[in-house]
């Protein structure tokens, strides 16, 4: 498998992040019972690994190849948050419709994804490896969240599965293919810089985005579902350096 080009594996995962988020739009439109509930242990098991990402590779590379790489990580944690903060002022907002403007921030999310993918990989395989497996394994719940974010902006359901695969499903990859030119060429310390950025990003997304949403509605094994996350980040790492 290492064998592959990091585009190969860029590639790989954007389409199947693609196919995952819709997976979660189809077991929605089909059976929201069903749907809801495996949406909680996706955003626990996500998390778990998301956590583990930029602690224990991502970090510590950028760090490795640029000094400064921990500004860029406080730089991307903060871009994270405000970017949330402004989608909150403007869902308070009368003049706007809730489900459309959450999912302008989702968008926007999704294509980053596709850049983190690009990132993350271009830095080493492992990295890729486990923030790429983490990232698939949320597109699952945000294919559920965004389809039933448009239902609350008052689009019919068809059209809101085919507008929740295309703002977070195809936003992806069109992100990681766009990005993957210019990442592949930059020069070592600014691809330290990205990483740090990708780090602090990632950071942001599994504490303050997965874990908070998948506690409001904890189910009976969530916290050994987050724990088996990072167990299996552990997992990859250690292998990596056996």
Not at 169 to 196: D, H, M, N, Q, R
Request: glycine share 10%; hydrophobic share 55%; with cysteine.
């Amino acid at each position: 498998m290492n064998g592959f080009s990091a585009f190969t594996w860029v590639a790989i995962f954007a389409i199947e992040s693609a196919i995952v988020n819709g997976i979660g739009i189809i077991a929605i439109f089909k059976n929201r019972k069903w749907a809801e509930g495996v949406k909680t242990y996706s955003l626990c098991f996500a998390a778990g690994v998301l956590i583990s990402v930029p602690l224990m590779l991502a970090f510590p590379q950028a760090v490795e190849k640029n000094f400064y790489a921990g500004f860029s990580a406080l730089i991307g944690f903060l871009f994270m948050f405000l970017g949330n903060r402004l989608i909150r002022y403007k869902i308070q907002r009368k003049d706007l419709a809730f489900g459309i403007t959450a999912v302008e921030g989702i968008g926007i999310h999704s294509f980053v994804d596709g850049i983190i993918y690009s990132v993350t990989f271009s830095a080493s395989v492992p990295t890729g490896l486990l923030g790429g497996t983490g990232m698939v394994l949320h597109e699952f719940a945000e294919g559920v969240i965004t389809f039933s974010l448009l239902m609350t902006g008052g689009i019919k359901k068809e059209r809101a599965a085919f507008y929740a695969f295309l703002i977070a499903g195809l936003s992806t990859p069109v992100g990681a293919f766009i990005a993957y030119p210019f990442v592949s060429k930059l020069s070592t310390p600014i691809l330290g810089l990205a990483l740090g950025f990708v780090s602090g990003v990632l950071i942001y997304v599994s504490a303050s985005h997965l874990l908070p949403e998948a506690l409001k509605d904890e189910k009976q094994y969530s916290t050994w579902v987050f724990l088996a996350g990072i167990a299996l980040a552990l997992f990859i790492v250690l292998a990596e350096i056996v």
